[in-house]
């Protein structure tokens, strides 16, 4: 219950202030839309339009599964959150606990959601045949990173949630 209330404390002193929610949904866009169009940049950037990348878009999110989808956003959403507590806590303490952070997005985004997704990027980097060893096919990936993201904004909470009393030294007599 301690770790909900931090939580919740956190995160209202966060958001109290509006560039924090923008900093967060700029994050969540950038890794989700990171995600779905990964597999199709040659496509998207050898004859880039608007009109391609909504078909991109729409080709994707209809060939993926629901539970993939729905895990990619949790993923996403958790990792704004990340960014945004972080952000907010190496500006209120200077030695800030961004390689925390920064480690569990860079999990997020070598763990895409989608099994099929995740076998082509994860070919790319010479890991094609592990996920077929997988009970799941590549769910599990994508739990874990939920997992480490989830851990993350728990951690990046009690910090912030932790008031510290400034020492006086008393005056000699």
């Given at each position: 219950?301690?770790?909900?209330n931090?939580?919740?404390?956190a ?30 940049y040659?496509?998207?950037f050898?004859?880039?339009s608007?009109?391609?990348l ?24 958790l990792a ?26 860079i ?12 076998m ?19 769910l599990?990936?994508g739990?874990?990173g939920?997992?480490?993201l ?16 400034n ?7």
């Amino acid at each position: 219950m301690k770790y909900v209330n931090n939580m919740q404390d956190a995160l209202k002193e966060v958001y109290s202030s509006k560039k924090y929610l923008v900093l967060t949904a700029i994050v969540t866009i950038f890794l989700f839309l990171f995600n779905i169009l990964v597999n199709n940049y040659r496509i998207l950037f050898s004859d880039f339009s608007f009109s391609l990348l909504l078909s991109l878009l729409s080709g994707t999110l209809t060939s993926m599964k629901m539970y993939s989808i729905l895990l990619l956003c949790l993923i996403s959403i958790l990792a704004g959150i990340v960014v945004a507590l972080s952000v907010f806590l190496v500006k209120k303490q200077i030695k800030g606990s961004m390689g925390t952070s920064l480690s569990t997005i860079i999990v997020s985004l070598i763990t895409p959601t989608c099994p099929s997704c995740a076998m082509g990027f994860l070919s790319v980097m010479g890991f094609g045949g592990f996920l077929a060893i997988l009970p799941f096919k590549g769910l599990e990936l994508g739990l874990i990173g939920i997992g480490i993201l989830g851990t993350s904004v728990i951690y990046l909470s009690n910090k912030i949630t932790n008031k510290t009393c400034n020492i006086t030294s008393k005056a000699r007599k």
